[in-house]
């Protein structure tokens, strides 16, 4: 039988299911949102080690608080992005200079390896990038560019208006290119 | 004419950031098996503290422990315990009306003499033979 043969099963059921100590459920929700919070972490922290943490940290607080999940007044998926970037703010406060995780680049003798390298490169400048945003505006670019959110969405998450996360998106992005420009050419990016 | 409009793209976002998400998008960070592994256990844990476990039986008494679970534990005791306090007092001190309505149903102490069990027996008393 197949770890996730649940599928159908819609988020907060498997959380019922969870709470009443259906051990498929358990597997289900792992597999459901394990990913999405590493993930998300990840580009919160861009140290992979500590995005780890992050996530085994996050999916515990949802274990914990299932049997009095409140049905009906949050989605576990704004709840667990709610939750992530609490800690990923905590750990970044605590370790003002957290190490951006050294990715190893592509095999020199892999194929198409010059277009993997630049990408690799576009890849970890853009990670760079976002570590230097403020935590508000790299919150809002992840969440809107690359977890690919609605604004309605992460107003929610943020608790804040969706003007408020358009205007922190457009300063986020702003704040992106002004960074990136300056390596412009080391990018890859030409004039044309 | 968007020129202008155009320029000021081209100023604003000077390398492709739309490109760069996108490419970001498609290679997440991939959670580890090992961290996996430990989630779920994270998970079993926390639904062994929240589900109730069965308690061991008591040793010498299993038949009873047994019985008394079958009848639903103590949330049934307490009903039956109250339903054979009610009928003690009932015993003891029965409501007006209660006793003549159970004599309805089931007879009073004088009807058990008129049965009659041998009914043969009428000729003879008639007769004189039993006195």
């Not at chain 1, 770890?3 to 099963?9: G, I, Y």
């Not at chain 1, 289900?28 to 919070?37: E, G, S």
């Amino acid at each position: 039988m197949p770890l996730d043969a649940m599928t159908d099963v819609s988020d907060e059921a498997l959380l019922v299911l969870f709470a009443n100590g259906d051990q498929m459920a358990a597997r289900a929700l792992t597999l459901r949102f394990t990913p999405k919070v590493m993930a998300h972490a990840y580009r919160l922290l861009g140290n992979h080690a500590e995005a780890e943490d992050v996530t085994q940290e996050s999916m515990l607080r949802l274990w914990k608080i299932a049997p009095d999940w409140r049905q009906g007044e949050a989605k576990i998926s704004t709840w667990l992005y709610r939750v992530v970037a609490n800690l990923c703010t905590d750990r970044l406060r605590r370790k003002p200079g957290l190490a951006l995780d050294a990715v190893p680049e592509p095999e020199d003798n892999a194929p198409g390896v010059t277009e993997r390298i630049q990408d690799h490169t576009r890849e970890v400048a853009l990670q760079k990038a976002l570590n230097q945003l403020p935590e508000r505006q790299r919150q809002a670019v992840v969440l809107r560019h690359i977890e690919g959110l609605t604004n309605p969405e992460i107003a929610a998450i943020m608790e804040i208006s969706t003007e408020a996360v358009e205007s922190l998106t457009a300063r986020g992005k702003r704040t992106l290119a002004a960074k990136l420009a300056g390596q412009r050419n080391e990018l890859g990016y030409s004039d044309d | 004419m968007n020129w202008g409009i155009a320029m000021t793209e081209r100023k604003f976002d000077p390398v492709d950031l739309d490109h760069l998400f996108a490419r970001v998008r498609e290679h997440p960070a991939q959670p580890s098996a090992d961290l996996m592994k430990r989630v779920l256990t994270d998970a079993y844990d926390a639904q062994a503290a929240v589900t109730p476990v069965t308690a061991p039986q008591l040793p010498g008494a299993p038949w009873l422990l047994q019985v008394f679970r079958e009848l639903g534990g103590w949330p049934s005791m307490a009903g039956l315990t109250t339903a054979a306090l009610v009928g003690v007092w009932l015993g003891i001190s029965p409501p007006d009306g209660l006793v003549a309505t159970a004599d309805s149903f089931f007879g009073t102490d004088d009807d058990a003499y008129l049965i009659d069990v041998a009914p043969e027996a009428t000729f003879e008393i008639a007769e004189g033979f039993l006195q």
